[in-house]
């Protein structure tokens, strides 16, 4: 996609909730889900064309 990675959909498991999206599209998107013991992001780029994910662990006190 010229302009960068996009988010179509997303979905939180069960104790989980969405805290926050950057849907795209941008160089970076991400959706943040939380639960009650930390959370995580997943942050999505396009290199060549090619998706690539990377997944940042959130603990219980970060404030997000």
């Given amino acids: 996609m010229a302009g ?9 498991q069960p104790g989980f909730e969405v805290d926050d999206v950057m849907r795209g599209p941008a160089a970076v998107a991400s959706v943040t889900f939380q639960g009650v013991s930390g959370g995580v992001e997943i942050r ?9 994910k990377r ?6 006190d ?3």
């Fill in 44 to 52: 999505v780029s396009c290199t060549g064309g090619v998706p690539v």
């Fill in 4 to 12: 960068g990675a996009y988010l179509s959909y997303w979905s939180p």
């Fill in 55 to 60: 997944l940042v662990n959130i603990g219980p």
């Fill in 62 to 64: 970060t404030g997000r």
